[in-house]
C-alpha cells in the first residue's frame, strides 16, 4: 500500500502544473492565424503566369553550403562541390538560373518551415511540438491558391505534406512516405524517383505543379552526420536526379529545389544557429528567360551575406519570399496571411523592371491588408507599439511614382514589407503578462509553502503522520473553495482581465488557497531544529537558481554545475578530517574522493551549445560532425557493462545484504539488461558506419531491435515481478541449540543477514530495475556515464552514512550520559535528522548526468535515435516515450534515487517507531529534491519573465526554462513512484516480517 505522507508530495505535484500551466500559457504563445483568402475574381491582385507548370522538389535539410560554388574553407570532401548541377548552370546560364541562400525562421523543423514556404507566415516558438502531430493548415496558403484556380498538384515523398494538405492533391497522383524512419536512408527517396520520372516524361499527365520531397539528406545526417561517406553517395544520386529532371523539362516548366532547412555541424536540426537556419534555393527556367540581360536592379534591393567560414559573399533571402514569388510567377494571389517579399531577380523581365514594380506593388498592398484585418481582430492590440512606425513608412509608398521616382518607391515598398516582418516576428513573442503573473504567484507560493512543509515534517517525530492527515483534510477543502472564489473571480474579472480563461482561474484559485493553507499550517514554530534547518540550506542551490540571470550562465550551465557539484561535498569533506575514529575519517574521505572522481570523469563527457564555440570540445561523440561514440567509448561499453552490477553488488556485500531478491537481480538480470542495451547501440554503430556489406543491414537491424525489446522485456515482465513477489534482501537461517543448564528446552536462534540495511537494499535492487530500462535508451558514451553517477549514487549513500555516524556519535557524548544511550538505543542513522545539504548532491548529480549523456537546454540536442530503439519505425506512444527516456531518464533516475538518504542502512529497530522515522524521512528527502528543482524552475521562470525582451530570450531563456518545467515534472513523478511503489512495498514487507517473527 501507498507510504502515509503521499498525499503531501501530490499536493506540492498538483502545484507545480497549476503554475507552469499558467506560466507557460503566457509565456509561450501561440500566434493568431486569419483564416481569410486572398480572392481576385477580376484579376487585380495577380500577374499573368511567366510558367505554365512548376516542378518543386524539396531536399530535406538542403544546407546551402551543399550547392555553393564558393563553401566554407577548407571545403568537405563529403558534402561540398558534390551536388554540383545547380551551380553549374547558375555560372553558364545567369539569366535563367538562381541560386539563394534562404534564412529558415526558428524552429527549423519540417513541418514549421512547410508552413512558412506555403503560406509566407511565421511561426512561434511552440510551434515545434506540432512537428510529431501536426494537423492541416487553415490559413491561406500557395497550395490554397492553386486549388482555387482550379490547378492539378501531384505529390511524392514526405507525408508531412499530406498532413497539413490532406485534401489539396491529386488522389491518384499522390504517394506519400513517412517522414520519420531516419534510419532509412533510401526508401523515401527511391519512391520519389520511381514517381516523379513517368510523370515528367508523360506529356500528357494532368498535373500543374509537380512536388517531390527527398527524405535522405536529412536522415543521413541525423544519423551518420554530413562529413560521412554516405553524405557523398546520397548528394551524388540528387546530382543525377537533378541532371535527369532538367532533361526532361519543358520550356513553359519552371523548377524549383530547395531546402526546408539546414542542419548542424553533426546533423540535427530544429534550433536557431546559423546551419541550422540556413537552406538552399535554386530555381531555373530551361525556355524563358527570368532576368533580362541588360537589367540594372538597383543594389539596395539585393541583400548578400558571407556564409559561416566561407570568403565570398553570396545572395541571401527570406525563406518566405517563397510564397509570394511562386504565386505571382505563376498567375495566382499572393497568400493573404504572407509577410515574406518577392525576389527581384526573377520579375526583371525587362530593362525597366515595369513587371517588378507591379509585383512589388501587389506584394505591398497585400501585407497591408494584412495587417489592417490583424489590427481589427481580437489581438490587433498587439500592434499598438509599433503601428504608428508602420504607418509613417506606408505614407512614404507612392504608387503613382513617375519612372525617376521609382527607384525611391521601390525602396520605400521594400522598407514597408520588411518591417512588417520585423514587427511581426517580434510581435509573435508578445506575452500575457496576466497570465504569467498568474504562474508566478503560484510557483512562489508553491516553494514557500514547500520549503515550510518541509521544515514542518523535520521538527516533527512519530506524530507527523497524524498531522499530515490533518492538514490533508485542509488544503483538500481549501482546493474547492479556491475554485469556487476562482469562478467567482472570473465572473466578476473577466472583462478588465485578458486572456485569463475559465480553466485559468480554477486552476489559480484551487492552488492559491491550498498553499496559504499550507502555509499557515506548516508555519515554522522557530525551535533550535529548525532554525538549524533553516540556516542549512546550501548555498549551491542560491548560486545555480542565480545563474538563470545571466545568459553567459546559462549558456555555460553545464561547467556551472559540474563546480557546484564538487563544491557541495566540502562540507562532508571537513567533517571526515575532524572524523572521532580512522574507520568513518577513511570511509568519508575515500567515499567522498570515488564520488569527485566519477563527476569529473562524467564531465569529460561533452556536446556543445553553438554559444560555446570555439572554447568547446564534442568528446561525447567521436568528433563534432561525426554522431557516432569514440573508440575508447567502444572499448569501454561491455566490460561496463558486465562489471557495473557486480560493483553494486559489492556496496550491498558490506552489509551482507546481497541476499533476497538482490542476488537474482544484481547477477543475472541487470548484467544482462545492461549487455543487451550496450549490443543495441554497438550494432547500431556497426549499421550506420557501414563496417559490413550492406546486405547484413536488415539483419543487424532485427539483431538489434530484439536485443533492445529484450533488455526492457527483461526489466519489466522478470525483474520487477521478482521485485515485487521477493522483495527484501535477506537470508534468514533458524538453528534450534540445546542449553546445557536445560536441555530439556532447545533454544531456537534466528539468523537474519542483511538485517542491518534492510529498507535500503531493496530499494537499491528497486532503483537499479529502473536503470535497466534508462540504460538501453542511451547511446553508449551515455551508457558510460550512467555507470559512473550509479557509482557516484552509492559514494555518496556511503558518506551520508558515515556522516551521519559522526553525527550521531556527537551528539551521544554531548548529552552527559554516552553509555547509557548507547545501552537503549545504539547508534542509529535514523535518530540522525535528514538535511537538506545531503540532498543537494544528488539533485546536482541529476543535472549534470543530463548534460555528460549528451543534452543541452537546446533543441538541437535532442538524440532522435532512441526513438527507434525498440521498432525500425515510428511508433506511437513507443517512438517519443524513447525519446523522453533518452532526454529527462536521467533526471528521473537520480530522482528516484532520493529516498534512498533515508533508506540506506537503516536497520528495521526498534518497530514500530523505525518503520514510522524511515517513512517520514522517505518523504522528507523526496520532498527536498522536490523543492531543488521547483527553486530552479522559479528562478527560471522569474528570468525569463524578467528578460523577455533580452535578445537571446528564444535562444537561451525559453528553451532552459522549458527544460525547468519539464524537469519538476519528471523529478515529481519519480519521487511519487518512488514512495508509493518503492517505500511502500518496502515498509509492508518489513513490517510482515516482524510480525510473522513475533507473533506476540
Known sequence: MPTKGLSLLLWVFFVHLAGIYLYTRGFLLTRLALSDINTCDDGSCKLPPTHKRAVVLVIDALRFDFLSPHPPEPPS????????????????????????????????????????????????????????GGSSISEDSFIGQLQAAGKKIAFMGDDTWTTVFPDSFEPNMTFPYDSFNVEDLHTVDEGVIEHLF??????????????????GVDHVGHRLGPDHPTMKTKQEQMDRVLRQVVGLLDDDTLLVLL???GMDRKGDHGGDSDHETSAALWIYSKGRQLLHPKAAIPPHLLTTRTFPGASVENRHIQQIDLAPTLSLLLGLPVPFNNLGTIIPELFWHDKSGRDYARALTLNTQQIKRYLDTYRNSASGGELDGAWDDLERIWQTVNFQATP???????????????????????????????????????????????????????????SWESWSAEVKRWYVTS?????????????????????????????????LASSLVVIVSARPSFSVT??????????????????????????????????????????????????????????????????????????????CREEQQPFCHVTFFASSSLPSPPPSVLALSVPVALALPWIVKRFLKTSQSDKGTA?????????????????????????????????????????????????????????????????????????????????????????????????????????????????????????????????????????????????????????????????????????????????????LLAMHAFFATGHQAAIPSIQWKAAFVLTPTLTYPLSPLLVTLN?????????????????WNVAPLPQPTADVRVRLDAVRASLGMMLYHAALLLSSAVCSAWLRRHLMVWKIFAPRFMLSALTVVVVDLAVLFGVSVGVGRISERVSKLFAAMNPR
Request: proline share 6%.
Open 77 to 132: 570532401p563529403y558534402h561540398h562541390n558534390v551536388l554540383r548541377l545547380p551551380q553549374e548552370l547558375t555560372a553558364a546560364n545567369p539569366t535563367h538560373s538562381f541560386l539563394f541562400e534562404m534564412f529558415s525562421d526558428p524552429p527549423t523543423t519540417t513541418l514549421q518551415r512547410l508552413k512558412g514556404i506555403t503560406t509566407g507566415s511565421l511561426p512561434t516558438f511552440i510551434d515545434m511540438g506540432s512537428n510529431f
Open 198 to 215: 513517368p510523370l515528367l516524361r508523360d506529356q500528357s499527365a494532368p498535373w500543374d505543379v509537380l512536388i517531390g520531397h527527398f527524405l
Open 259 to 261: 531546402g526546408d532547412h
Open 404 to 462: 525617376k521616382e521609382q527607384s525611391a518607391q521601390w525602396l520605400a515598398m521594400t522598407a514597408y514589407t520588411r518591417q512588417a516582418l520585423s514587427v511581426c516576428r517580434m510581435l509573435w513573442a508578445q506575452f500575457n503578462v496576466s497570465l504569467i503573473t498568474l504562474g508566478l504567484v503560484l510557483l512562489v507560493t508553491g516553494t514557500v509553502a514547500s520549503v515550510l512543509l518541509y521544515l514542518k515534517l523535520g521538527t516533527l517525530q512519530e
Open 479 to 511: 482546493m474547492f473553495s479556491g475554485a469556487l472564489l476562482g469562478f467567482v473571480g472570473y465572473i466578476t474579472l473577466s472583462r478588465y482581465v485578458k486572456g485569463v480563461g475559465l480553466v485559468d482561474a480554477l486552476l489559480f484559485g484551487s492552488a
Open 530 to 607: 529548525s532554525i538549524r534547518s533553516l540556516t542549512s540550506v546550501p548555498l549551491p542551490l542560491i548560486l545555480h537558481a542565480l545563474a538563470f540571470a545571466s545568459n553567459s550562465f546559462t549558456v555555460w550551465e553545464d561547467r556551472v554545475v559540474t563546480y557546484l557539484l564538487i563544491t557541495s561535498i566540502v562540507p562532508s569533506v571537513l567533517i571526515g578530517l575532524a572524523a572521532p575514529t580512522s574507520r568513518l575519517r577513511y570511509r568519508i574521505l575515500g567515499f567522498s574522493a570515488l564520488f569527485a572522481g566519477c563527476v569529473r570523469l562524467m564531465a569529460a563527457s561533452t556536446v
Open 663 to 843: 542476488s537474482i537481480v544484481l547477477p543475472l538480470i541487470l548484467p544482462g539488461t545492461l549487455l543487451m542495451g550496450t549490443a543495441y547501440w554497438v550494432l547500431e554503430h556497426l549499421d550506420s558506419s557501414e563496417a559490413l556489406d550492406p546486405e547484413w543491414t536488415g539483419t543487424l537491424r532485427f539483431v538489434r531491435t530484439l536485443c533492445a525489446r529484450v533488455a526492457f522485456s527483461g526489466v519489466l515482465f522478470l525483474g520487477y515481478a521478482l521485485w515485487w513477489l521477493v522483495t527484501l534482501c535477506l537470508k534468514i537461517s533458524t538453528d534450534t541449540r540445546t542449553d546445557s543448564a536445560a536441555p530439556d528446552r532447545p533454544r531456537r536462534e534466528v539468523t537474519v543477514l542483511g538485517f542491518a540495511n534492510a529498507y535500503g537494499a531493496p530499494y537499491a535492487v528497486f532503483w537499479c530495475l529502473f536503470l535497466g530500462l534508462v540504460y538501453p535508451a542511451t547511446q553508449l558514451t551515455g551508457q558510460l556515464v550512467l555507470a559512473l553517477a550509479t557509482i557516484a549514487v552509492l559514494a555518496h549513500l556511503e558518506v551520508v552514512d558515515s556522516v551521519r555516524d559522526v553525527r550521531g556519535l556527537e551528539a551521544v557524548f554531548a548529552s552527559g550520559n554516552p553509555s547509557a544511550i548507547l545501552q537503549q538505543d545504539g547508534l542509529q542513522p535514523s535518530n540522525v535528522p535528514l538535511r537538506f545539504s545531503e540532498i543537494t548532491p544528488l539533485a
Open 887 to 903: 532526454t529527462l531518464g536521467p533526471h528521473f533516475l537520480i530522482a528516484l534515487a532520493a529516498p534512498l538518504l533515508a533508506l
